[in-house]
Nanobody, 124 residues
């Protein structure tokens, strides 16, 4: 069992940066793939980024490549999403997710555990 708590969401101006954190509880955090998804008002929840347990493999949505970076610190049981060059279209609730095997998937139904979400608002 894994419980996830996101933090770091806030209001930021376009072009700014923000780092989200996802603190996990559970004995086997280091074995999990960690992902970030986001959901804007009136839209489906979409994949943003994911990282394997070792940190050696990552995946990103095309819309955030080159601007966002996912990372993890297994000792701290925390995953991060560094977001740079933010745009108004990045405004959404950002969710942390975890899946209990070693493969990265971009589809949300593969993820077993979810946080409550943190709001990111980018003003123009």
């Amino acid at each position: 069992q894994v419980q996830l708590v996101e933090s770091g969401g806030t209001l930021v101006h376009a072009g700014g940066s923000l780092r989200l954190s996802c603190a996990a509880s559970g004995r086997t955090f280091s074995n999990y793939v960690m992902g970030w998804f986001r959901q804007a008002p009136g839209k489906e929840r979409e994949f943003v980024a994911a990282i394997r347990w070792s940190g050696s493999s990552t995946a990103y949505a095309d819309s955030v490549k080159g601007r966002f970076t996912i990372a993890r610190d297994n000792a701290k049981r925390t995953a991060y999403l560094q977001m740079n060059s933010l745009k108004p279209e990045d405004t959404a609730v950002y969710y942390c997710a975890a899946r209990s095997d070693g493969y990265i998937y971009t589809q949300r139904h593969y993820y077993n555990y979810w946080g409550q979400g943190t709001q990111v608002t980018v003003s123009s």
